[in-house]
């Protein structure tokens, strides 16, 4: 997408804000219209406009967001490798998961759903590599899992 077909969606959006739509109220309306405005008057960036500049270290909302659903999804496949969430599975989840990203995930990752083929555990590995492309391993899984005892030291 262009600059300028970006520029003209973000009109149209503070068109559409004006009407005050449904759904959304007045205020919140009027609060997206003027980041809009400050966006478009002030020649800024979106972040400063939307005030979403982020602090030194600071984690951007979307990244908290995908690894949360990264996981939710290793959860749901460490449930389904040991018939409930179990620290002694990381091991074997963290290798399952490398060896999916190094071979049917070269495949599906440009799949905006998941594809029908996978089934199982598979379709969880999906999810968690969607949600954020980068294996993860033994240690960060364990982490995940919420496991107490450690194996590191």
């Keep these: 997408m262009s600059a300028d077909h970006s520029a003209q969606l973000l009109y149209r959006l503070r068109e559409f ?3 005050r739509p449904a759904g959304l109220t007045s205020d919140d309306a009027s609060i997206l219209g003027a980041c809009i ?4 008057e002030g020649r800024c960036s979106l972040d400063e406009a939307f005030g979403l500049q982020l602090d030194c270290g600071e984690r951007h909302p979307g990244t ?3 690894t949360a659903r990264r996981d939710a999804a290793l959860r749901a ?3 389904k490798l040991s018939g409930g969430v179990s620290c002694s599975v990381s091991g074997q989840l963290a290798d399952l998961l490398k060896r999916y990203e190094q071979t049917g995930w070269i495949r599906d990752q440009r ?3 998941c594809p ?5 555990i598979e379709v969880d590995l999906w999810a968690a590599l969607r949600a954020w492309p980068r294996v993860i391993g033994e240690r960060q899984i364990r ?3 919420d496991c107490k005892e450690k194996r590191w030291k």
């Design 17 to 19: 804000l004006r009407a």
């Design 37 to 40: 405005d400050r966006y478009f």
């Design 64 to 66: 908290s967001r995908s």
């Design 77 to 79: 496949a460490g449930a």
């Design 111 to 113: 799949e905006s759903v």
């Design 116 to 120: 029908a083929h996978l089934t199982g």
């Design 143 to 145: 982490n995940i899992l």
